[in-house]
């Protein structure tokens, strides 16, 4: 299913839309966070992973889905592999930031930007979520304008189905900064928001973990990837975003 062909509603400002806490959406449960590439775990869940990692059991688990090796394609200094791995290292360090290790992290390294749905992917997600008792199942909203978090989306519908016992959230990136703060909402959810600022230090610092995305490390690809000007504060400053399903109850 194709991001145009669902029913949206505009949600207008942050202050329109319910406001939920950690609690309210951990359930006492641990949360799994399906990432399309290292970074969108903190930009877009770093308060709840954070308010997740200071809890002692049940924790949180971030499964990063591609390699995030096609950011600078054309560099000659930094090499696919070299690229992939100098990630996943940044991933790791953003973990740790927000209160995780990294044994919280699985990497699945699907090619970044040819993310499909498949078995062995799902079979990894579904063998995770069933081992650590998941409750609550975060992946990137289907209206996301990128290929690979319109997979991620799909990847977590199909995970929902498997395991109806989870809670399935979507969560926006690209739709909620081409929006200006506003987010189209999934159809057949409904969307809350998470105060983060007690966790704003540690989100902040985790999203600077992502150093090769932020022009600081690559400098050899002018049309290279790089976090557009203020994209940075503006997730670290707003309060998070969650479309929680409504097959799924409350929040």
Known sequence: MRAADL?????????????????????????LVLAPHPDDESLACGGLLAAAFQRSVPRAHVVCLTDGAASH??????????????????????V?????????????????????????????ILNLARTAGSGLLLAPSPLDPHCDHLAGAEIGRQIARRLPALRLCFYPVWSRWHGGGTAPVPEGTHAVRLPTAAYRPM?????????????????????????????????????????????????
């Not at 993310?115 to 992917?121: D, G």
Request: charged share 20%.
């Open 7 to 31: 029913a949206v509603i505009t949600v207008p400002t942050d202050d329109d839309i319910p406001a939920v806490t950690s609690a309210d959406l951990l359930g006492g449960q641990s949360v």
């Open 73 to 94: 394609p054309a560099s000659k200094t930094m090499k696919s592999a070299e690229l992939a791995a100098l990630r996943r290292q940044e991933l790791y360090a953003a």
């Open 96 to 124: 740790t930031h927000l209160g995780g290790a990294e044994s919280d992290v699985t990497w699945i390294g699907a090619p970044d930007g040819d993310l499909t749905v498949s078995e062995p992917i799902l079979a990894a």
């Open 203 to 251: 989100k902040s610092a985790a999203i600077a973990a992502h150093r090769s995305q932020q022009g600081l490390l690559i400098d050899d690809d002018p049309d290279g990837f790089e976090m557009p000007p203020g994209f940075a504060s503006f997730f670290t400053e707003r309060d998070e975003l969650f479309f929680m399903s409504d097959q799924g109850g409350q929040p």
